[in-house]
């Protein structure tokens, strides 16, 4: 199947800062990609929808000043948290079809911990 | 009420036994149904992906969909302890790249040696 990659794997932070998180597929072309966030033992939540070339489309409730996203290329989005504070702590898991099927492949996540 | 509703366990059963992890709907215009494999800390696995209502098998695994009691199934024969995970349905609408896949909560799910 299809590989998708995230970096980092996990991140600490303190309170105020941002961070970066990268989403790539390895070897396909993705010209959309999800973003969904997961807390414990809770369901994958779709955050945002993120168009290779255009405007990401946010799910309601989601700030998308805070959850910036940019989709610069068919393989690679990145979604940066803003000014993270401690409830932004979550698992971030991204997502991409293939354009032959519509699987959709998993990245491994990024477990984000704001102090 | 909830679109997908999943029992988050944790589900407990001995080697070798066959397990049955359920989730209910409520969004008839769901067609398409799938089952993820989610290790601690990793990223969901596609196990099983059903159009509308019957069953698919694959292995130990088959999937069975009623969509007319909105009722869908994972059975997992001959349990192993690597098949403890949470396990987590998922469904949507449409399968392209524009439309949503609605997740369960997780069963989380312990095969006991």
Same mark, same amino acid.
């Given at each position: 199947?299809?590989?998708?990659?995230?970096?980092?794997?996990?991140?600490? *932070? +303190?309170?105020?800062?941002?961070? +970066?998180?990268? *989403?790539?597929?390895?070897?396909?072309?993705?010209?959309?990609?999800?973003?969904?966030?997961?807390?414990? +033992?809770?369901?994958?939540?779709?955050?945002?929808?993120?168009?290779?070339?255009?405007?990401?489309?946010?799910?309601?409730?989601?700030?998308?000043? +805070?959850? =910036?996203?940019?989709?610069?290329?068919?393989? =690679?989005?990145?979604?940066?948290?803003?000014?993270?504070?401690?409830?932004? %702590? %979550?698992?971030?898991? *991204?997502?991409?079809?293939?354009?032959?099927?519509?699987?959709?492949?998993?990245?491994?996540?990024?477990? =984000?911990?704001? =102090? | 009420?909830?679109?997908?509703?999943?029992?988050?366990? !944790?589900?407990?059963?001995?080697?070798?036994?066959?397990?049955?992890?359920?989730?209910?709907?409520? &969004?008839?215009?769901?067609?398409?149904? @799938?089952?993820?494999?989610?290790?601690?800390?990793?990223?969901?696995?596609? $196990? @099983?992906?059903?159009?509308?209502?019957? &069953?698919?098998?694959?292995?130990?695994?088959?999937?069975?969909?009623?969509?007319?009691?909105?009722?869908?199934?994972?059975?997992?024969?001959?349990?192993? !302890?690597?098949?403890?995970?949470?396990?987590?349905?998922? @469904?949507?609408?449409?399968?392209?790249?524009?439309?949503?896949?609605?997740?369960?909560?997780?069963?989380? $799910?312990?095969? $006991?040696?």
């Amino acid at each position: 199947g299809a590989v998708v990659s995230q970096h980092p794997s996990w991140v600490i *932070c +303190k309170s105020g800062t941002s961070v +970066k998180i990268e *989403c790539r597929s390895l070897d396909f072309q993705a010209t959309t990609m999800f973003w969904y966030r997961q807390f414990p +033992k809770q369901s994958l939540m779709l955050m945002a929808t993120s168009n290779e070339g255009s405007k990401a489309t946010y799910e309601q409730g989601v700030e998308k000043d +805070k959850f =910036l996203i940019n989709h610069a290329s068919l393989t =690679l989005s990145t979604l940066t948290v803003t000014s993270a504070h401690p409830e932004d %702590s %979550s698992f971030y898991i *991204c997502s991409a079809p293939t354009s032959g099927s519509n699987e959709q492949f998993f990245g491994p996540g990024t477990r =984000l911990t704001v =102090l | 009420q909830k679109e997908v509703e999943q029992d988050p366990g !944790p589900l407990s059963v001995p080697e070798g036994a066959i397990v049955s992890l359920n989730c209910t709907y409520s &969004n008839s215009a769901f067609q398409y149904f @799938m089952w993820y494999r989610q290790y601690s800390r990793k990223g969901p696995e596609l $196990l @099983m992906y059903t159009y509308s209502s019957g &069953n698919k098998e694959d292995g130990r695994f088959t999937a069975q969909v009623d969509k007319s009691s909105k009722y869908i199934s994972l059975f997992i024969r001959d349990s192993q !302890p690597s098949d403890s995970a949470t396990y987590l349905c998922a @469904m949507s609408a449409l399968m392209n790249r524009d439309d949503k896949i609605i997740f369960g909560k997780g069963t989380r $799910l312990h095969i $006991l040696p």
